[in-house]
């Protein structure tokens, strides 16, 4: 279209490019906010439906840049309504049909609702020192009580914070900041260096799509029962596998001497991705049902919102970095160095229990004994 227009600058099109992330910015986070605290998925989900069909009445009749860049940014903005919920309301599906399947059909809520009344015995066992005189269990039942009436509720700005989300949300930015760029620099590569073609260059959004359709329901299948089997630690290991493939990947495109090169590492990038983003985007969820939060689709909210935001800096910085440093330097430097952003971003909750762990050890080497708090 830009070179029908004869607006086909590099500068033009990552502007274009960044529309999309500033729209979602602007909707990801509200959207989750707002479906938590009404409890109405159906809403924003048929206003984001209304905006994607304006999106595409839109382009048709577009043949200005500024109609692109209006038809990028409510792209953007039914995208960042829509997405966040779905996931939630997929999520939401997924747990009823588990206790279902895991319980049969006879009082699937009773059961569940017994489960967690368990569970949350459990954590209080686990935060509260319990002890046999009267003074205590009172204080034990008044704070179970609090815990009843504030496990549905967590700010916003508390649960960004957490760890779990917060690393999930760090490594959610680089790898979409390492998509973006790739994105907006690959086609004009492929156009600039091998004189490829739009329909050509349109077979790297095509083979995409397909990875993600192919793969993505194996990859999590695998992911899951990895997980299962071996507790919550295989995650990180998960998740370091699929940045090593990925560096891998972005390594080889940035030195591609052919067209086919560069579609089958694209292939392998788009499935290493998967790797990485399925369980860091599982995170969310699961972070949230074991604490029993009603704060679902705030946590997809803040999950798009992180992609949003690097779907917004990243093709204006790629495009103008292919323009003064070239295609190599940009795609196997740069982005070769948020895979190692990332990887060690993931090591960082192992490495400080380590240090903990040696402190622990040279403290009881040095007293003889731990404390009752360091004991608990």
Known sequence: MFEDMELASESQIGIVTTMFGIGAL???????????????????????????????????????????????????????????????????????????????????????????????????????????????????????????????????????????????????LSMGMLVGSLESVLPLYSKDKFGASASKIGLLFVLNGSVAILLSAPIGWVINRLISRHKEKMRMYIVLTGLALTGVAVLILGFGTSFAMILAFEALLSASILVVNIPVMSSFGDFVNGLGLNSMAQCYGIYNLFWALSSTIAPPAATFLYTQIGYRSTVSGLLTGLCVICALLALGEPIKRIYQSLTRTSDISRNGHLSVEEEE
Request: glycine letters at 6%.
């Open 26 to 172: 602007i909707t990801s986070i509200f959207s989750g906010i707002l479906s938590d605290r009404t409890g109405s998925r159906k809403l924003l989900l048929v206003i984001g439906a209304i905006g994607y069909s304006a999106c595409g009445i839109m382009l048709y009749f577009a043949h200005k840049l500024w109609h692109i860049l209006l038809y990028r940014l409510l792209n953007g903005l039914a995208s960042g309504c829509v997405y966040p919920i779905a996931i939630a309301t997929v999520v939401a599906v997924g747990s009823l049909l588990a206790t279902l399947l895991a319980f049969g059909i006879k009082e699937p809520l009773s059961v569940h609702a017994r489960m967690l009344e368990k569970r949350e015995i459990s954590v209080l066992r686990k935060e509260i020192s319990i002890d046999d005189s009267e003074s205590s269990s009172l204080s034990v039942n008044s704070d179970a009580e609090d815990f009843k009436n504030t496990k549905n509720s967590m700010p916003l700005w508390k649960l960004i914070f957490q760890w779990q989300v917060l690393s999930a949300s760090i490594t959610t």
